[in-house]
């Protein structure tokens, strides 16, 4: 289900709670509809914004595996990923044009993303096997949807770990350790922060 989809529900979904409470407002008390009413509503609102982030990053992040395997093709033959940075990315046009807005690297929804090494995509310094793919600035609703979604088969063999840096600490997902890949619904949510949130794929 797309995103007009869902907001095209979510609108009738609030339309037919209407009707139902204007049946019953004449003969009812006031005060209890509306004590009743806007919790309702706001449960409302909360499960559509939610649903809206986790179809976002479900988005985002095929279009940041996208980016990913071209990155490594373009790498083929090499013996490690040094000198990878968004801006040697970007000044040898190794993506698609369509993710290229205003000299940065940008994904659906306007979503920016650097790539390079660690929380700052610093350049990759040599002989590293891996490289990163970042997305900063997330909400808890938004980091957990980015870091749960779930994962193909070919994309989560190619992932070496999944970040979460904020103002409670740095936390990794990798596989066998404390926080396993892949990573499972709910598992996020003691990690991510209310705000500032970033996110690091570690891609192999």
């Given at each position: 289900m797309n995103i007009e989809e869902q907001f095209l529900n979510f609108k009738n979904n609030l339309k037919n709670l209407y009707n139902h409470c204007s049946s019953i407002y004449e003969n009812a008390d006031k005060e209890n509809i509306i004590k009743i009413l806007i919790p309702a509503l706001i449960i409302s609102v909360g499960v559509y914004a939610c649903t809206q982030s986790r179809s976002e990053a479900k988005k985002n992040v095929k279009e940041l595996f996208v980016i990913a395997n071209t990155i490594r093709d373009n790498y083929i033959g090499k013996?490690?990923?040094?000198?990878?940075?968004?801006?040697?990315?970007?000044?040898?046009?190794?993506l698609p044009k369509k993710y290229i807005i205003d000299n940065k690297i940008i994904l659906s929804g306007n979503r920016e993303v650097l790539i390079g090494s660690g929380v700052n995509a610093d350049i990759v310094m040599p002989?590293?096997?891996?490289?990163?793919?970042?997305?900063?600035?997330?909400?808890?609703?938004?980091c957990m949807a980015y870091s749960e979604v779930v994962l193909e088969d070919e994309e989560l063999v190619s992932l070496n770990q999944i970040s979460i840096v904020n103002d409670l600490g740095s936390y990794s997902f990798e596989w066998g350790g404390n926080n396993p890949l892949p990573v499972q619904k709910y598992s996020s949510k003691n990690l991510c922060s209310d705000n500032k949130n970033t996110l690091i794929w570690s891609v192999k």
């Amino acid at each position: 289900m797309n995103i007009e989809e869902q907001f095209l529900n979510f609108k009738n979904n609030l339309k037919n709670l209407y009707n139902h409470c204007s049946s019953i407002y004449e003969n009812a008390d006031k005060e209890n509809i509306i004590k009743i009413l806007i919790p309702a509503l706001i449960i409302s609102v909360g499960v559509y914004a939610c649903t809206q982030s986790r179809s976002e990053a479900k988005k985002n992040v095929k279009e940041l595996f996208v980016i990913a395997n071209t990155i490594r093709d373009n790498y083929i033959g090499k013996a490690d990923y040094w000198g990878i940075s968004t801006a040697s990315v970007l000044k040898n046009n190794i993506l698609p044009k369509k993710y290229i807005i205003d000299n940065k690297i940008i994904l659906s929804g306007n979503r920016e993303v650097l790539i390079g090494s660690g929380v700052n995509a610093d350049i990759v310094m040599p002989q590293s096997q891996t490289f990163d793919i970042v997305i900063k600035d997330l909400n808890k609703t938004q980091c957990m949807a980015y870091s749960e979604v779930v994962l193909e088969d070919e994309e989560l063999v190619s992932l070496n770990q999944i970040s979460i840096v904020n103002d409670l600490g740095s936390y990794s997902f990798e596989w066998g350790g404390n926080n396993p890949l892949p990573v499972q619904k709910y598992s996020s949510k003691n990690l991510c922060s209310d705000n500032k949130n970033t996110l690091i794929w570690s891609v192999k």
